[in-house]
């Protein structure tokens, strides 16, 4: 129990200096680890709230743009869509948390290159259903 406690003490250490609740994270100038997996969470989040409210907005775009062809009705595409966005997020985990991983080995800089390429390729994806379903 003894040495249990210990490791535990001397991995908070080694994580850096603790935070008061609430204390705030310049993100534009991060430099320990703790604050640039802080920041890429914060990134990755706004990334993740604007891809949803996006994909909301295109499903709810289907019914003005589907014709009366069973193969392109609502519902098909409707469901196209979701197909197609299960399948986009399991890429886009696989990228990030599987591959992307590979290139640091364990390193300190691992969790902000994940986040980040959740980041990134969230953002894409969000592009690309603006670009296919919101026509101002």
């Not at 994270?25 to 706004?46: K, L, Q, V």
Request: aromatic share 8%; hydrophobic share 40%.
């Amino acid at each position: 129990m003894h040495r249990a406690l210990l490791a535990l003490l001397a991995a908070l250490l080694a994580s850096g200096p603790l935070r008061a609740e609430g204390e705030k994270i310049d993100c534009d100038n991060a430099m320990s680890t703790y604050e640039m997996n802080e920041c890429a969470g914060r990134d990755f989040a706004a990334a993740d709230e604007k891809l949803n409210a996006t994909y909301k907005k295109a499903l709810a775009a289907i019914p003005d743009m589907a014709v009366d062809d069973p193969k392109f009705d609502a519902k098909s595409w409707e469901e196209a869509l979701r197909v197609s966005q299960r399948a986009w997020v399991t890429f886009r985990d696989a990228e990030c948390e599987g591959h992307v991983p590979m290139f640091w080995t364990g390193g300190t800089g691992t969790t902000v290159a994940v986040t980040g390429c959740k980041t990134e390729l969230t953002k894409s994806r969000t592009k690309s259903l603006k670009e296919s379903y919101e026509h101002e």
